[in-house]
Structure formats: structure tokens, C-alpha cells
């Protein structure tokens, strides 16, 4: 683009939206769509992605048609573009037939800036046929991970964005998205038809987020030590995986003298809507949440973000800590985590409705999750490659700060699979410690396991240090659990050439859950 052309995007930046310079990619982008050419946009989450498709829209010729999945979003995204006085609006289905005609008379007009629209709505005769009367400057396709089938977000509607390319060949397309692996990536690229576009990848790295994973002991306590020696007097959320979970966070923060509020998806509407008001407008306070809460909270100023509970994947997790330290200043990513969470997302996993294929890509998302809670290298370095991006060991997470030990877990992870294969594959995690550890229970004695060659073998460690291990071993792929059957633990293909001693397993040692003693990070 023209020199003329950067200084219109750059005057629009500060008169209209008032910011003084374009970050990271911003420029770059502005200045490709602007000039019509089609751009896929890699930003992580708060990297100002809006920017580069408002601006283009305000400097080329005709509507700027915005596609968001979003519909909830869609109004304060329109408020807050006519704020600075941007003629913004927005088409679906929560707005009345008369309201909706309006729009789309101000769209064939010309008479506006740009307009939302969620994508079944786009996808209508009715609304293609508007667009193709009128003059359309760009469109702009958020949240372009939708089109990924194996993706958590998957939206069918989005497969057939494809006919964009086919009805407007010469309007430019810019598809952005905060959440794409390699691979996600090439799928949008190919069902978007973007193979022409240019491709914008940020760095996905949060450098003020410190990264601590913490095995689980008692979870509630371990984040109330957590929050009362890091962070006092500071914003942050904490996420759990059930309501009941949530609420009851909530009351237990709020004892113990740490004011915390509960959002989650089965609360009253109004209810739920002033407690995320009052999170947004308040300070030193917590919200306790399902993840439901999250989506397009802008708060600068959340010092932390913890988890109760294992999220599914790493596009998760990654999301949901990435709404700390928006503000650029230090910030904690914190996560207990142990067996039980282990176990228990497998087990939704086994339990979904989903198809064989869907559920090997959510078993694969949640091992990669897992590898990310159970490495021994830097949890950044981890992180980034799942985005493809490499980098460095951080200097700036609980691996960096405190290195793990690690240790040659072959014989134990040999007498544990033994003791798994001697009771039959027909006894859950519990029963199967107590073997190792030579516990005489009932339940022993009536089965005859205190006479099997396995009883306890495993005397010389505790019953944390073998769920450890355990945990461990479900999360390599050694052992499954058999939710069909009483949760028995069974060996997998990968545990035989361990059992038969061609294979070493290398673990993290089993650190007592004290307290978290990683220093804080400067102000
Ligand atoms: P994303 O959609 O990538 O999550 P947004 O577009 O919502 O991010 O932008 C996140 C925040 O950053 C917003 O508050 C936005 O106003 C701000 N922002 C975006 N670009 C700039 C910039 N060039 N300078 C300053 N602030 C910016
Ligand atoms: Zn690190």
C-alpha cells in the first residue's frame, strides 16, 4: 500500500479509536486487506484482532461485514464501535423483523460502517442476495477455528463460508482466530479457500503469565494458600468444572476471608449478569467460574487465573489463563491438578456421544494436555509447540523457577503393572495400591490377593507417592481405567514392552503438596 494509505489507517487509529501506534502485526494486516488482498490472522486473545479488520473497513469503499459466531458479543461490539463513532450494526435473530429490515436498508445505502452478522444468518438467500446489492468492503471472519471439525468450537455453518469465496471473488477476506494448531490451521485454510491468503502468525507467548502446576491434594486449601501468599488483594478467576464445585468455591473463598463471587450457566440470568458486572467494575475480587465466564471479558487487571480442574486441552487452557495480566503486568497461571482428573476426563471422554474418530482427537487433545501437567521441562516451551511456535526455557514458570527431579520410574511402574495383571485387570486404582503396599483389608483377604507374589512389593512407598505414579502411567497411555467395570485399571499395548523390561520410563518425583514457595513475580 501506499504511504498515503498508512497514514490514512495510522490517522484513523488515533483519531477514531485513539491509540497512538499499531502492535505487533496490526500495521502489516491493515495494510494487506486494506489494499484487498485476503490475510488469515493468527493473534492470541487480547492481541487486538478487531483492529485489523475495522480499520481496513472504515478505509475501503462500501460495508465491512463482520462474521462472529458470537451473537451475545455482538451488541457491546456495536456499542462500543459507535461509541467513537463508528456507524456499526448488527443482523440475527435476537432483534425484530423491523429492526433487522432497517439494517439492511442502511447496508444497501451505503449508510453504514459495519455490520455483524452471525453466519446461519449470512448463509440465508435473503442476506447473500443484500450483500451482493450492495457494496461490501471486506469480510471479516472471526473466530475462524469454527470451520475445524475436530476443533472444540466446531460450527457446521462455518463449512459453508466457503461460498463467500465463490459469490464475491473480488472482496477481500480476512479470517482471524486466537486458537489454531498447525493443523487447525490448514483445515482453514483449505475450507475457507484461503490458500492465496497471506498468513499473519503472532507469537502466541504471554511472558508476564507465570505457568505452576501443583499436584492436587486438597485443591480448595491449596488455592486459598495459594491466593493468600501470591496474591492478596488481587483480581482473579478460578475456574471449576461443575456448578456445585463452583458455588461451593465461592462460599468456602468468602470464609476465609477472600471476597468471591460464582458465575456459571444453571444461575438465574440477572444473577449471573451482576456478578459479572460487579467482577468487571470491582477490585480485590474473585470469581469463581464454570467456563462458561470468560468469552470477551476484557478486564486488564486479573493477576490470576487458577484451575480447580483439568480443562480438556491445551486451546483451553491456554484461552482461559490467557484473561490474565491483560495489562501487560505480571501475572500467575495456576492449576491443581491430580489422579482424579485424570480418570475423570477420560471417562467424559468414553461417555460422550461423539463418534470413534472424535473421540481419539479429544483423547489426543487431552493427552497433550496432560504431557503439558506432567513435564519436566519448561511449561512455555510446551505450550508454544503446541502452537508450532519453538522458543526457549522461560525462566518464568514453576519448571524454570523450581526444576522437577526426575527418576528412572521403570521398577515401579513394572511392579504396578504387574499388580494391575495379577488381579485379573478387575480392580480399580485403590484396591491395586493397597496390594502393592501390603495392606491387609477385607476386601484383600477375601480375594486372596495377600498370597499373590505382588503383595506389597510396594511397601517402601506411600499411598500418595503410587497414585502419583499412577497418575503418571494414565497419563503415558500405560494403563487405562474401565469405567464399565468398576473403574479397574487395564494395561494398555504401550505397557508391554515396559512389563518386559525393553522399555525405561522416566518420572517426576512426587513432591509433598506443601506450600507453593515459587517466588513472586516482580512488580
Ligand atoms: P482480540 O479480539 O484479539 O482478543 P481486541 O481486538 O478485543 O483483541 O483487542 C484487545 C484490547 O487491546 C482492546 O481493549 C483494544 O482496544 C486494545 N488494542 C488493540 N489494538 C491496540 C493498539 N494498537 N494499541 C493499544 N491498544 C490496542
Ligand atoms: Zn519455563
Redesign the pocket.
Known amino acids: 500500500m501506499n504511504q498515503e494509505n498508512q497514514e490514512r489507517a495510522l490517522h484513523l487509529?488515533e483519531t477514531v479509536?485513539g491509540?497512538p501506534?499499531?502492535?505487533g502485526h496490526?500495521a502489516e494486516i491493515v495494510d494487506h486487506v486494506s489494499n484487498g488482498g485476503d490475510a488469515l490472522v493468527l493473534?492470541?486473545?487480547?492481541?487486538?484482532?478487531?483492529?485489523c479488520y475495522q480499520i481496513p473497513a472504515l478505509l475501503r469503499d462500501g460495508v465491512g461485514v463482520v462474521v462472529s459466531p458470537l451473537i451475545a458479543l455482538m451488541q457491546d461490539q456495536v456499542d462500543a464501535l459507535e461509541e467513537v463513532g463508528v456507524r456499526a450494526a448488527f443482523l440475527n435473530s435476537t432483534q425484530t423483523y423491523e429492526e433487522a429490515n432497517r439494517i439492511e436498508r442502511l447496508v444497501r445505502t451505503g449508510q453504514i460502517d459495519l455490520v455483524y452478522v452471525a453466519p446461519e444468518r449470512l448463509m440465508t438467500e435473503r442476506c447473500l442476495n443484500l450483500f451482493q446489492d450492495s457494496k461490501i468492503a471486506l469480510f471479516a471472519i472471526d473466530e475462524a477455528h469454527c470451520v475445524s471439525q475436530w476443533g472444540h468450537d466446531f460450527r457446521p455453518e462455518y463449512i459453508r463460508l466457503s461460498v463467500l469465496h465463490e459469490q464475491f471473488p473480488d472482496v477481500p477476506r480476512i479470517a482471524l482466530t486466537?486458537t489454531a494448531d498447525p493443523q487447525t490451521r490448514a483445515e482453514i485454510v483449505h475450507r475457507l479457500q484461503l490458500g492465496d491468503a497471506a498468513q499473519f502468525v503472532s507469537s502466541f507467548d504471554r511472558p508476564n503469565i507465570r505457568y505452576q502446576i501443583v499436584e492436587k491434594a486438597n485443591g480448595r486449601k491449596q488455592l486459598l494458600d495459594f491466593i493468600t501468599t501470591e496474591h492478596t488483594g488481587d483480581c482473579g478467576i478460578v475456574y471449576c468444572l461443575s456448578r456445585k464445585k463452583v458455588e461451593e468455591t465461592a462460599e468456602f473463598l468468602n470464609e476465609n476471608g477472600i471476597r468471591a463471587l460464582a458465575y456459571h450457566a444453571g444461575m438465574d440470568h440477572a444473577k449471573r449478569a451482576a456478578n459479572q458486572a460487579r467482577f468487571l467494575r470491582e477490585e480485590n475480587i474473585v470469581m469463581c467460574a464454570t467456563i462458561a465466564f470468560g468469552m470477551g471479558i476484557?478486564k486488564p487487571d486479573v493477576r490470576f487465573v487458577c484451575h480447580l480442574d483439568l480443562p480438556k486441552s491445551i486451546e483451553g487452557y491456554y484461552q482461559e489463563t490467557g484473561r490474565a495480566g491483560?495489562d501487560g503486568g505480571p501475572a500467575s497461571a495456576w492449576m491443581a491438578y491430580g489422579l482424579q482428573d485424570v480418570v475423570l476426563q477420560r471417562r467424559m471422554i468414553d461417555e460422550s456421544e461423539a463418534d470413534e474418530t472424535f473421540k481419539r482427537v479429544l483423547g489426543n487433545k487431552l493427552d497433550a494436555m496432560l504431557g503439558l501437567c506432567e513435564t519436566l521441562s519448561c511449561r512455555r516451551v510446551r505450550l508454544l509447540d503446541y502452537f508450532g511456535e519453538q522458543s526457549g526455557p522461560c525462566g518464568n514458570c514453576d519448571t524454570c523457577l523450581i526444576p522437577p527431579v526426575s527418576f528412572d520410574g521403570t521398577v515401579p511402574v513394572q511392579k504396578l503393572l504387574s499388580a494391575v495383571y495379577r488381579v485379573d485387570q478387575r480392580f480399580a486404582a485403590g484396591h491395586v495400591i493397597e496390594v502393592l503396599r501390603g495392606v491387609e483389608t477385607d476386601r484383600i483377604k477375601t480375594w486372596h490377593h495377600d498370597s499373590l507374589s505382588v503383595f506389597g512389593i510396594g511397601a517402601d512407598r506411600s499411598e500418595h507417592e503410587w497414585r502419583a505414579i499412577l497418575r503418571q502411567m494414565i497419563a503415558l497411555g500405560l494403563l487405562t481405567v474401565d469405567h464399565e467395570q468398576y473403574s479397574s485399571l487395564k494395561l494398555t499395548d504401550a505397557a508391554r514392552p515396559v512389563l518386559k523390561g525393553g522399555q525405561k520410563v522416566q518420572l517426576r518425583q512426587y513432591q509433598k503438596p506443601v506450600k507453593q514457595k515459587t517466588p513472586r513475580a516482580s512488580k
Open positions: 487509529l479509536f491509540y501506534a499499531f502492535r496490526q493473534m492470541p486473545t487480547g492481541g487486538g484482532k478487531s483492529l486466537a476484557d491483560r
